[in-house]
């Protein structure tokens, strides 16, 4: 380490750098969690149901709103793999908070298979059978079942019988209407998803084995493959869309999602009923159609990444988008609070880069005060006898450099101001840039008091002729009086009316070997104080840096107190 570089400067520039890059993956991943529409589903009544983040929005037979389900409401934190309608119209979803550690995310991102139990681990967590309606829920099967992790169900309405796909343990499962588990296969499969039973076989999104897998439904034979269905295309693997994740039965074709690696963007590919390849459904770029339904003689199609249901007829063709006033009300939240974690993450990357700078920054007013270092001329004296006279002014060279420097830091922070300006001129709600106007300001304002206290040490100078001190201070007024009523302190100078300021390492104001070795030898009769009593003197004689000492008190006054009536409200 370069031992010029202090070991407490090295530790906040990582702290800083660590909260920039926590702040800003946060503000990603929150913004990234509050997704548009995904599973769509449709009740043993003809009601369609889109679900999105925790809400599942309700549709009449025509697609008309009826009403949205809040399912934290019945014990939902955080939605977890899909849903299914029982005969009576109950429906079976996950209940619970995340239960998913770090270690869980990167085997599931290394297409690692799922180690852990699948008995809930509280007893208001797991796999539920829930009254929308009335909110009351019972747990499926005893001691319960919880997948903590992605998982497909279907429900087969004339006998209640729950099929699902243990997708991050690669099984099928099968349970009877209490949930009490009645089968299970081999790791046949390989991350399955949806689940669909049709014409008496159990239809499989083989994610990624890249197929649709029609399996065997019966109880004795569970699972047990009887076709393979290649439903990735040529024309699919040229845009790398090569995983099945969802499928529907429309008239006489199937509609496959085939995603992209990283299950996002997914195309529709459309085959016929003997599962030939027909075509593509076109889409608007960047769709990211998610679950796919029948209705009608159309399909709806959730697209996470635009906020829309889109909707089609059975030949493909599109036709307007869903109008949903319950969905829009979500999505108009969701779009705020997505714009406003986005804000955040930029606020993340915005301190990374302010980090840097000013590291850069520093280097060059660490280099800047090698250069300027050396007395001057003027400031070595007219000798270095004890009573020759010594006048002594700022290292002018030192001080052009901690001007540029400043001005540069200013320069750096006007971006600042261009994006707070861009949400407001850009944005529909530009109050979503109120929350940045106060550290805006407030860094602006830090600002302008170093600008002010830089260009405020322009003019200054310091002499002693015999047993007389002289100061010019910042506003150019000069004040004299015998050495023995002089104060000093390691950074500053007085006089009992007037001050000049020294200036601190790594950017003195005046060169430190012309204080050391000229000036402060001449000083055994002044009074030496202690930094606090120096900030007291500047403080009365009212100096650039006593007056910015008070602000900073002041405003560190003011943050606290709002600190403590935002905890105590």
Same mark, same amino acid.
């Given at each position: 380490?370069?031992?010029?570089?202090?070991?407490?400067?090295?530790?906040?520039?990582?702290?800083?750098?660590?909260?920039?890059?926590?702040?800003?993956?946060?503000?990603?991943?929150?913004?990234?969690?509050?997704?548009?529409?995904?599973?769509?589903?449709?009740?043993?009544?003809?009601?369609?149901?889109?679900?999105?983040?925790?809400?599942?929005?309700?549709?009449?037979?025509?697609?008309?709103?009826?009403?949205?389900?809040?399912?934290?409401?019945?014990?939902?934190?955080?939605?977890?793999?899909?849903?299914?309608?029982?005969?009576?119209?109950?429906?079976?979803?996950?209940?619970?908070?995340?239960?998913?550690?770090?270690?869980?995310?990167?085997?599931?991102?290394?297409?690692?298979?799922?180690?852990?139990?699948?008995?809930?681990?509280?007893?208001?967590?797991?796999?539920?059978?829930?009254?929308?309606?009335?909110?009351?829920?019972?747990?499926?099967?005893?001691?319960?079942?919880?997948?903590?992790?992605?998982?497909?169900?279907?429900?087969?309405?004339?006998?209640?019988?729950?099929?699902?796909?243990?997708?991050?343990?690669?099984?099928?499962?099968?349970?009877?209407?209490?949930? /009490? &588990? +009645?089968? !299970?296969?081999?790791? %046949?499969?390989?991350?399955?998803?949806? @689940?669909?039973? *049709?014409? #008496?076989?159990?239809?499989?999104?083989?994610?990624?084995?890249?197929?649709?897998?029609?399996?065997?439904?019966?109880?004795?034979?569970?699972?047990?493959?009887?076709?393979?269905?290649?439903?990735?295309?040529?024309?699919?693997?040229?845009?790398?869309?090569?995983?099945?994740?969802?499928?529907?039965?429309?008239?006489?074709?199937?509609?496959?999602?085939?995603?992209?690696?990283?299950?996002?963007?997914?195309?529709?590919?459309?085959?016929?009923?003997?599962?030939?390849?027909?075509?593509?459904?076109?889409?608007?770029?960047?769709?990211?159609?998610?679950?796919?339904?029948?209705?009608?003689?159309?399909?709806?199609?959730?697209?996470?990444?635009?906020?829309?249901?889109?909707?089609?007829?059975?030949?493909?063709?599109?036709?307007?988008?869903?109008?949903?006033?319950?969905? /829009? &009300? +979500?999505? !108009?939240?969701?779009? %705020?609070?997505?714009?406003?974690?986005? @804000?955040?993450? *930029?606020? #993340?990357?915005?301190?990374?880069?302010?980090?840097?700078?000013?590291?850069?920054?520093?280097?060059?007013?660490?280099?800047?005060?090698?250069?300027?270092?050396?007395?001057?001329?003027?400031?070595?004296?007219?000798a270095t006898a004890e009573s020759a006279d010594l006048y002594l002014e700022p290292d002018q060279k030192a001080q052009r450099k901690m001007r540029a420097?400043?001005?540069?830091?200013?320069?750096?922070?006007?971006?600042?101001?261009?994006?707070?300006?861009?949400?407001?001129?850009?944005?529909?709600?530009?109050?979503?840039?109120?929350?940045?106007?106060?550290?805006?300001?407030?860094?602006?304002?830090?600002?302008?008091?170093?600008?002010?206290?830089?260009?405020?040490?322009?003019?200054?100078?310091?002499?002693?002729?015999?047993?007389?001190?002289?100061?010019?201070?910042?506003?150019?007024?000069?004040?004299?009086?015998?050495?023995?009523?002089?104060?000093?302190?390691?950074?500053?100078?007085?006089?009992?009316?007037?001050a000049v300021f020294l200036g601190r390492e790594p950017a003195p104001v005046y060169a430190r070997e012309a204080i050391d070795e000229q000036l402060i030898?001449?000083?055994?009769?002044?009074?030496?104080?202690?930094?606090?009593?120096?900030?007291?003197?500047?403080?009365?004689?009212?100096?650039?840096?006593?007056?910015?000492?008070?602000?900073?008190?002041?405003?560190?006054?003011?943050?606290?107190?709002?600190?403590?009536?935002?905890?105590?409200?």
């Amino acid at each position: 380490m370069n031992s010029e570089v202090h070991p407490a400067v090295v530790a906040l520039v990582l702290f800083l750098t660590a909260v920039a890059i926590g702040v800003w993956m946060w503000g990603s991943g929150a913004a990234t969690s509050l997704g548009g529409p995904a599973e769509l589903r449709t009740g043993p009544d003809g009601h369609q149901y889109v679900q999105i983040q925790n809400y599942l929005v309700e549709h009449d037979e025509r697609g008309h709103y009826v009403k949205t389900h809040d399912l934290g409401e019945i014990g939902v934190e955080l939605f977890l793999g899909t849903y299914a309608f029982f005969s009576n119209g109950d429906v079976l979803l996950r209940r619970g908070p995340d239960p998913r550690s770090f270690a869980d995310n990167l085997r599931a991102f290394q297409r690692k298979t799922n180690r852990n139990p699948i008995v809930p681990e509280t007893a208001d967590s797991g796999l539920f059978r829930c009254d929308l309606d009335a909110q009351q829920c019972e747990r499926f099967g005893s001691p319960g079942v919880d997948f903590k992790a992605a998982h497909g169900i279907f429900i087969d309405q004339s006998t209640d019988d729950v099929y699902i796909s243990d997708t991050t343990r690669h099984l099928l499962r099968k349970y009877a209407q209490d949930g /009490e &588990e +009645i089968a !299970a296969t081999g790791e %046949a499969f390989k991350f399955p998803n949806q @689940l669909l039973l *049709y014409e #008496g076989r159990l239809y499989v999104a083989d994610t990624n084995h890249h197929a649709v897998q029609v399996v065997e439904s019966n109880t004795d034979s569970y699972g047990d493959i009887i076709v393979d269905l290649d439903v990735v295309p040529t024309e699919a693997r040229l845009v790398d869309q090569r995983w099945p994740s969802h499928f529907v039965r429309v008239g006489r074709t199937w509609w496959v999602n085939n995603m992209k690696t990283g299950m996002n963007l997914g195309g529709l590919y459309v085959f016929n009923n003997d599962w030939h390849y027909v075509k593509r459904i076109a889409l608007p770029d960047e769709a990211d159609p998610i679950s796919m339904i029948a209705v009608d003689d159309g399909v709806w199609v959730s697209d996470w990444n635009n906020d829309v249901v889109r909707r089609f007829t059975a030949s493909g063709e599109p036709l307007p988008d869903l109008e949903s006033a319950g969905l /829009e &009300e +979500i999505l !108009a939240r969701s779009r %705020a609070e997505r714009r406003q974690y986005t @804000l955040y993450s *930029y606020g #993340g990357v915005a301190l990374v880069v302010f980090v840097l700078l000013a590291l850069l920054v520093r280097a060059y007013a660490v280099s800047m005060n090698k250069d300027g270092s050396a007395p001057t001329t003027e400031q070595r004296g007219a000798a270095t006898a004890e009573s020759a006279d010594l006048y002594l002014e700022p290292d002018q060279k030192a001080q052009r450099k901690m001007r540029a420097a400043t001005i540069l830091v200013g320069v750096l922070l006007l971006p600042l101001v261009a994006l707070l300006g861009y949400v407001f001129a850009a944005y529909d709600n530009p109050q979503l840039g109120i929350p940045f106007i106060l550290p805006v300001v407030c860094l602006f304002l830090a600002y302008a008091a170093i600008f002010w206290i830089v260009n405020a040490n322009r003019g200054t100078a310091i002499r002693i002729s015999g047993d007389t001190l002289t100061l010019r201070d910042h506003a150019g007024r000069e004040s004299s009086c015998p050495l023995r009523d002089v104060r000093y302190s390691v950074s500053a100078i007085a006089t009992r009316d007037t001050a000049v300021f020294l200036g601190r390492e790594p950017a003195p104001v005046y060169a430190r070997e012309a204080i050391d070795e000229q000036l402060i030898p001449r000083l055994a009769s002044a009074q030496h104080v202690n930094p606090f009593t120096m900030t007291r003197i500047l403080i009365e004689i009212q100096h650039p840096q006593g007056i910015v000492t008070v602000l900073a008190l002041v405003a560190a006054a003011i943050l606290g107190i709002v600190a403590l009536l935002e905890k105590v409200g």
